[in-house]
């Protein structure tokens, strides 16, 4: 439950509980004081008439003798009282002790009121009653009191464990309200705030925050994320910084052996004894080294600028036949020069968004990687296929079935090559920055960050790269790209 509910809850029910306990402990009270009271009222009941036989005596309220009055005169006592009226009002007798017996006549009507009736008072019982002489005529009226010392003590008494029970049950309530509220807010709080401490410090805690679905639980899951991608920010940095380190130390070496040529012959070409065509042949070797390093700087300096985070694609939508008409051509001169063939062919969409410049970048780098390890006499395979086509009969049959699987739903550019096919190991880490083969390190072939960066190309274009590779046919790099509805 959502903690504003939770609260609003609990306000009502806190608010509410009050007055049902009390509704009930007035209702209880009210049956027990009923029974109680219908009880003492039929006690009383049997005590007029009990006495009724006694006080119903005409001849008492005729006669002014004290004598005859003297066995009435134990009938009263602390709680019970009775009094005698002649006719006309005069107070004849009553049992309370230092009441004078004769007494000024009170008032008739007052006297006459709620005669037969009994009053129920606080304190006490009232019963009124006339007596009838022989020829019915009133001879006095006599009147019982009897004090509900049992009640008022037995009020009090309630009044007492009202008031025990309401302390117990508001402390109990508080208790119970206290109780909830650390275990719904103070202690989840307080667990977040220690796993905030323990991760501020860099330590790790074996307790697991609170994963309720309240407004706690979401700002506990926040915070769980929150800590997971600091963390993945922070393994990121580690990583980046391993690979800049990596990138420094592979960079000084692979650019040691060019500067190291450079310098040989330089050097030898001060010697005024070379023939001219020595000192050719140096100045070529020296123009060959250079134009290296600048490629391996340039290709430096595009790794930086892809993996930036102000690297923006330049998307613009392009014609799918001409681009590709575009981006395969110019291919055949260098794979010429290596008496390569080179097959291209592309089955496309009408249009495409992408960002020109980074595609040709693209497939200049696989193809350079393709050629530079494809034999003499060998072939190479260029070719896009839209989702809808069929794929070329040419891929090699180990890996057909797995590419045409991984190419749903999107356009490839295939680029396969004969020659030597690559280890398993290799193909993990082929598009790791300044990767190279033992065979090419060192021998400054390349800066081991072309399949790096078509990688970040791809992906960048929201697309994929993946590479399959046979000993005994060749390599096949496939890259794919998403297409229009």
């Known amino acids: 439950m959502k903690i504003k509910n939770w609260l609003m809850v609990s306000h009502l029910v806190v608010m509410l509980l009050p007055i049902v306990a009390v509704y009930l402990l007035y209702v209880s009270l009210q049956s027990y004081n009923q029974e109680e009271d219908l009880k003492e009222y039929l006690d009383f009941q049997i005590l007029i008439s009990d006495l009724d036989r006694e006080l119903n005596d005409a001849s008492l309220y005729e006669s002014l003798e004290n004598n005859r009055f003297q066995a009435l005169s134990q009938l009263g006592d602390d709680h019970l009282r009775v009094d005698l009226y002649r006719y006309d009002g005069l107070h004849l007798f009553t049992t309370m002790e230092g009441a004078a017996t004769y007494s000024l006549p009170q008032d008739q009507d007052r006297m006459f009121e709620n005669l037969n009736e009994t009053q129920r008072r606080a304190n006490t019982y009232v019963y009124k009653k006339p007596v009838l002489d022989e020829n019915q005529q009133l001879s006095g009226v006599y009147e019982i009191t009897l004090g509900r010392t049992d009640w008022v003590e037995t009020s009090n008494q309630q009044l007492l464990l009202t008031f025990i029970l309401s302390g117990i049950f508001f402390i109990l309530l508080y208790i119970i309200v206290i109780v909830a509220i650390n275990r719904k807010l103070n202690r989840p709080l307080h667990q977040l705030q220690e796993h905030m401490r323990a991760f501020a410090a860099g330590k790790d805690t074996d307790k697991?925050?609170?994963?309720?679905?309240?407004?706690?639980?979401?700002?506990?899951?926040?915070?769980?994320?929150?800590?997971?991608?600091?963390?993945?920010?922070?393994?990121?940095?580690?990583?980046?910084?391993?690979?800049?380190?990596?990138?420094?130390?592979?960079?000084?070496?692979?650019?040691?052996?060019?500067?190291?040529?450079?310098?040989t012959y330089t050097e030898a070409l001060e010697n005024h004894h070379l023939s001219k065509e020595e000192r050719a042949e140096y100045q070529m070797i020296v123009n060959d080294k250079l134009t290296h390093m600048k490629q391996m700087i340039d290709d430096l300096s595009i790794f930086t600028a892809l993996q930036s985070s102000k690297n923006t694609l330049q998307s613009v939508q392009v014609n799918g036949n001409e681009f590709f008409e575009m981006l395969f051509s110019g291919y055949e001169e260098p794979c010429a020069r290596k008496d390569i063939r080179l097959t291209t062919e592309w089955k496309v969409r009408n249009a495409y968004e992408l960002d020109p410049k980074q595609m040709i970048r693209l497939v200049d780098?696989?193809?350079?990687?393709?050629?530079?390890?494809?034999?003499?006499?060998?072939?190479?395979?260029?070719?896009?296929?839209?989702?809808?086509?069929?794929?070329?009969?040419?891929?090699?049959?180990?890996?057909?079935?797995?590419?045409?699987?991984?190419?749903?739903?999107?356009?490839?550019?295939?680029?396969?090559?004969?020659?030597?096919?690559?280890?398993?190991?290799?193909?993990?880490?082929?598009?790791?920055?300044?990767?190279?083969?033992?065979?090419?390190?060192?021998?400054?072939?390349?800066?081991?960050?072309?399949?790096?960066?078509a990688k970040i190309i791809m992906e960048n274009h929201e697309g994929k790269i993946n590479i399959w590779s046979s000993d005994n046919e060749g390599t096949l790099f496939a890259c794919w790209i998403k297409e229009r509805g």
């Open 208 to 263: 697991k925050l609170n994963q309720s679905k309240d407004e706690i639980g979401a700002l506990n899951q926040q915070f769980e994320e929150m800590k997971n991608q600091i963390m993945e920010t922070r393994e990121e940095l580690v990583k980046e910084q391993e690979e800049k380190e990596y990138m420094v130390a592979a960079l000084s070496h692979d650019l040691k052996t060019p500067l190291t040529v450079i310098r």
């Open 365 to 453: 780098n696989l193809m350079d990687n393709s050629i530079r390890y494809t034999p003499q006499h060998r072939q190479i395979w260029l070719a896009a296929i839209a989702s809808t086509k069929p794929l070329p009969d040419w891929i090699f049959p180990a890996f057909k079935e797995e590419v045409d699987q991984w190419r749903e739903a999107g356009t490839v550019i295939l680029i396969q090559n004969e020659g030597k096919g690559m280890a398993e190991s290799q193909l993990q880490k082929v598009f790791e920055p300044f990767y190279q083969d033992d065979a090419s390190r060192g021998k400054g072939a390349t800066s081991g960050l072309g399949l790096s960066i």
